[in-house]
C-alpha cells in the first residue's frame, strides 16, 4: 500500500463537492484578505483552514503551497491551537502526495502541540490520520495504537467522529 494514492476506504470523502468547492472559495478570499494584514496567528489558522479544504478536494500541492510560507509562523506560534491544526493539514497533505516519511515527523509535531496546549479534539484528529499514513506502509500494530488513542479522545469528547475511529479499527481487525 506504499503507492501515492491511498486506499479508499480510508480517506475522508466530502459528502458533499459543491458545498467543499462554495467553502474552499470562502476561505481563499478570507485567507487571502488576511495576508493582506499583520496578524499572524489569524493568518496561521486561515492557512490551515483553507489547506485542510484543498486537501479534501484532493488538491494536497495548493495545501501545501499555502502553509509554506506560513510554517515559521506556526512554530513560533506553537501555544495557540491554531498551531496544532496547521500541523496537521500540512501532514496530512504530505500524507496523501504519497511523501509519508515526510508526514511522519509533522504528524508528531501536531500531536505534541496539541496535547501541549490540552487541545484533545484537532489531538484526536492527528491521531487519527497519522493511523491512515501508518496503514498505507503496512504499519498496522502502530496504526491501531493512534486510532485506539484516537477514539478515546473522541469518546471522551462525545464527538460524532468517533465513528470513523472505529470503523479504522474494524478495517485493521479484519486485515489480522
Keep these: 500500500m506504499s503507492?501515492?494514492?491511498?486506499?479508499?476506504?480510508?480517506?475522508?470523502?466530502?459528502?458533499?463537492?459543491?458545498?467543499?468547492?462554495?467553502?474552499?472559495?470562502?476561505?481563499?478570499?478570507?485567507?487571502?484578505?488576511?495576508?493582506?494584514?499583520?496578524?499572524?496567528?489569524?493568518?496561521?489558522?486561515?492557512?490551515?483552514?483553507?489547506?485542510?479544504?484543498?486537501?479534501?478536494?484532493?488538491?494536497?500541492?495548493?495545501?501545501?503551497?499555502?502553509?509554506?510560507?506560513?510554517?515559521?509562523?506556526?512554530?513560533?506560534?506553537?501555544?495557540?491551537?491554531?498551531?496544532?491544526?496547521?500541523?496537521?493539514?500540512?501532514?496530512?497533505?504530505?500524507q496523501y502526495l504519497g511523501r509519508r516519511d515526510e508526514a511522519e515527523p509533522v504528524f508528531a509535531r501536531a500531536v505534541a502541540v496539541a496535547r501541549a496546549g490540552a487541545w484533545s479534539r484537532i489531538e484526536a484528529m492527528a491521531l487519527h490520520h497519522w493511523g491512515r499514513s501508518l496503514v498505507e506502509q503496512d504499519r498496522v500494530h502502530e496504526a491501531r495504537e493512534r486510532f485506539t488513542q484516537a477514539l478515546a479522545l473522541r469518546e471522551a469528547l462525545g464527538e460524532a467522529s468517533q465513528a470513523s475511529s472505529r470503523r479504522a479499527l474494524e478495517m485493521l481487525a479484519l486485515r489480522a
Excluded at 459528502?15 to 478570499?29: F, G, K, N, R, Y
Excluded at 496561521?44 to 502553509?67: E, F, I, M, N, Y
Design 3 to 94: 503507492d501515492a494514492n491511498p486506499p479508499e476506504f480510508m480517506r475522508f470523502v466530502p459528502p458533499d463537492a459543491q458545498a467543499l468547492s462554495q467553502a474552499i472559495a470562502a476561505h481563499s478570499e478570507r485567507h487571502a484578505e488576511l495576508l493582506r494584514g499583520d496578524d499572524a496567528l489569524a493568518q496561521v489558522d486561515a492557512s490551515a483552514d483553507l489547506a485542510g479544504l484543498l486537501t479534501q478536494a484532493r488538491q494536497q500541492a495548493q495545501a501545501l503551497a499555502v502553509l509554506a510560507p506560513h510554517q515559521a509562523q506556526a512554530e513560533a506560534l506553537s501555544a495557540h491551537e491554531p498551531a496544532a491544526w496547521f500541523w496537521t493539514a500540512q501532514a496530512t497533505a504530505l
